[in-house]
């Protein structure tokens, strides 16, 4: 992944980051003396996933960025001789509103968090786009068609664990937020069966909180939920 800074839309670029394995985005351009203010836009270029960020730069009163490394996974067993695997995964999700509330999916158990709820969304499939994977994974999971409103956030999450399928993994996540909204929400349906999304729900706005949801999907939520349009 690529981030390009810019002071506005449209004008020149004022900075360009790589994000290697375990970089935190904001971290990097922290570094080279700029504050990420907002996502632009997320596009394919040739075979990579590039945003564009307005900056700032970096001043004596900007706060630095927070930063996320679990480590590794509590109780955790790690085999003589066993190396953990790279993994950099790019997923793009959204906080889908609509006139009967939010859309969450709960984790099925093919993943490492099931029971948890979390905002329809997943990994991005090769020359996708992140708005393309994002439209095609709420279809899949939710049985919903949604139009993008915008680009929300962008987090980044880094620890050692191991994946359903056993492999031990030093996994890097970059999970990109979008706001959208669902015209003609119908009753939820999960489409691709058997898959990492046990059922869907829309969850009525007062109700949200009182659900399991993953940390990501949460601090989402409790920075963007209630300023999403619901038509």
């Known amino acids: 992944m690529q981030i390009i800074g810019v002071a506005s839309p449209g004008s020149k670029e004022l900075a360009r980051v790589d994000i290697a394995h375990g970089q935190h985005p904001k971290l990097a351009f922290w570094r080279q003396g700029w504050v990420i203010q907002s996502l632009l836009s997320a596009q394919m270029v040739e075979g990579e996933v590039v945003l564009t960020a307005r900056v700032a730069p970096r001043t004596p009163r900007s706060r630095p960025p927070r930063m996320k490394y679990r480590g590794a996974d509590p109780q955790l067993r790690i085999e003589p001789g066993e ?12 906080l889908v509103r609509s006139v009967r509330g939010l859309l969450g999916t709960e984790c099925s158990d093919r993943t490492a968090v099931p029971g948890l709820w979390q905002l329809p969304g997943g990994g991005l499939d090769p020359a996708e786009s992140p708005a393309e994977a994002v439209v095609r994974e709420v279809f899949e999971e939710a049985g919903q068609e949604i139009r993008i409103n915008r680009l929300l956030d962008l987090q980044s999450d880094h620890w050692i664990g191991r994946a359903p399928n056993g492999v031990l993994e030093d996994f890097h996540a970059l999970r990109i937020f979008y706001s959208a909204t669902c015209e003609n929400p119908t009753d939820p349906v999960v489409i691709d069966v058997d898959g990492t999304t046990e059922r869907s729900a829309w969850v009525p706005l ?26």
């Open 83 to 94: 190396t953990p695997v790279r993994n950099q995964r790019i997923a793009a999700y959204a």
């Open 206 to 231: 007062w109700q949200w909180r009182s659900l399991p949801w993953t940390s990501g999907s949460r601090s989402i939520l409790d920075k963007y939920g209630s300023s999403i349009p619901a038509h």
